[in-house]
């Protein structure tokens, strides 16, 4: 299995932008690719702040980009991730002045002070699979409290070259996928992007061992991932707005502000899939989707906001989406 590490030359800021691919992959071929976290690294105790120790606006880099065989502008790239491994002892979270879901931003202009900037650390336990919270102020000389939590890797961002030659930054979600902060992508999870580029230059980053919906604070605790993927080219379908499938559920990702537009969109895109893999009419999957749908928030801090729509695949009727490209990657990864 070949290995690509997150060495300066391997990681980027942006997807797009004209940089050379680091490595070329093949379909059905898996390979484990290392990251930085969300910091670049710069952030190793409580003392970083993020605002002394980082370089603005060079956060979030991206491992990448991989040219993948095969794959042509309007191709659809299917990504499976086999697994995620948090690399290292400690993870990292921090508030920022004016940036997260409860505080005055730029967008949202408030009189009250900003969020004081603050770092929290938290080791990691894998044996255990947990991450420890401390509290940074007890209260009145009391023990700091303090509890273990279920950690749960997930990728914070992952995407493709955009159409037309544009360069997006990796700090952003959009159409080409990038910082979509949705926990529900981790291992056992297929995400599939549109090919806009030859070689789709597909990126990724932004490794989180836990996240809450909605990423309140902006920050999750982010760490260094060892990913394992393996990816397939689905030729013939385009894939307009990235969409994701577990082996339970199929979901539309709809990347917008206001979040009421994130939402409008992922799921009219959702009622779209239902009736092409069904033959239902828009109003009856309207319908069902309203009944039987489910909605995760996967960031309420970024540039744009990110919901994921979700239905159970069995009411496909036995249809499968991407001509059951989750599947087959799900056997690859059974036997890797």
Known sequence: MAFIDASERNIG???????????????????RV????????????????????CEFPFLNPVTGPLYVQGAQPGDTLAVHLIDLDPVGEVGFSATFPHFGALTGTDATAMLHPALEEVVWEYPLDPVARTVRFTARKAAGGAPPYTVDLPMR????????????GETRMSIVPGAHGGNLDTPLIRAGTTVYLPVNVDGALLALGDGHALQGDGELCGVAVEVPMDVTLVVEVVTGISTPWPRLETDQ????????RPLEDAYRGSHRRLVDDLCAMTGLDPLDALQLVSQVGMARIGNVVDAEYTVVALINRAL????????GAHDRLRAVARVS
């Open 316 to 323: 496909f009727d036995g249809e499968q989406a991407y001509q």
């Open 153 to 164: 890797p997930m990728l914070g961002t992952i995407g493709v070259a955009p159409a037309g």
């Open 34 to 53: 290392r990251t930085q976290d969300c910091f670049a690294g710069r952030v190793r105790s409580v003392q970083d702040l993020p605002s002394q120790v």
């Open 249 to 256: 559920r199929y979901g539309s990702i709809g990347v917008a």
């Open 13 to 31: 800021f942006t997807f797009g932008g004209g940089r050379d691919p680091i490595a070329q992959i093949s379909p059905g071929e898996p390979v």
